[in-house]
């Protein structure tokens, strides 16, 4: 039982040591009771104690939890992914959760997102600033609704990472007009208006 004030953190991921080494980041936190971790959502009903207040799951793991979301009610969740690429991203953010983290976030980052979470704000760490790229396929997400192509997740990902036209202009040798058409198509594909609306996603309902 998480004590009181405490906020209480559940680890789900398949790797026993990734699970042992995030919840040994938060043992004797003053702030957070350490749950226990679990290697699939089928066998958390084995761990002892209360709903947590957040729970970090591994990315490959999300549907399993959004199909059972009466029993996450009022938890936050936080993504823990090896795959950063902008569809991976867009699908938390559209999934409702709380937050994305790439594995190559150090430590210290992580700690400090989740209490960013746990205070009510989104914890989004989406890997090194400049990652090697590797042409994309198009591709669609697993209803077919969209689907982008290799320039366009381009986009979407420096997007997410705030780059103003200018800036993007300048990383992918286009002119800022080609950026903008670009930008249009990625937002009418991800179904929201600009920027604004992007950003806004970013942040905790409620």
Not at 38 to 45: F, V
Request: with cysteine; glycine share 12%; proline share 6%.
């Amino acid at each position: 039982m998480a004590e009181k004030g405490r906020c209480g953190l559940l680890v789900l991921h398949s790797s026993p040591l990734i699970r042992k080494a995030i919840l040994d980041l938060f043992r004797g936190d003053p702030g957070v009771t350490v749950l226990g971790g679990s290697p699939h959502p089928t066998a958390l009903g084995s761990l002892p104690g209360r709903r947590p207040d957040v729970a970090l799951v591994e990315y490959e793991q999300w549907q399993g939890v959004r199909g059972n979301l009466a029993h996450w009610s009022g938890t936050r969740v936080i993504l823990y992914s090896r795959d950063n690429t902008p569809r991976s991203v867009v699908d938390c953010i559209r999934g409702g959760a709380a937050g994305f983290v790439h594995e190559s976030c150090p430590p210290e980052s992580i700690v400090k997102g989740l209490h960013d979470v746990l205070s009510g704000r989104s914890f989004w760490h989406l890997g090194a600033d400049e990652p090697e790229r590797a042409p994309v396929a198009p591709r669609a997400d697993a209803g077919g609704q969209w689907k982008l192509s290799g320039r366009e997740e381009e986009i979407l990902d420096l997007l997410l990472r705030r780059r103003s036209n200018e800036e993007i202009a300048q990383e992918l040798c286009l002119t800022q007009q080609t950026v903008k058409n670009y930008a249009s198509r990625v937002f009418h594909k991800v179904g929201v208006s600009g920027r604004k609306e992007l950003f806004r996603m970013l942040r905790p309902c409620g």
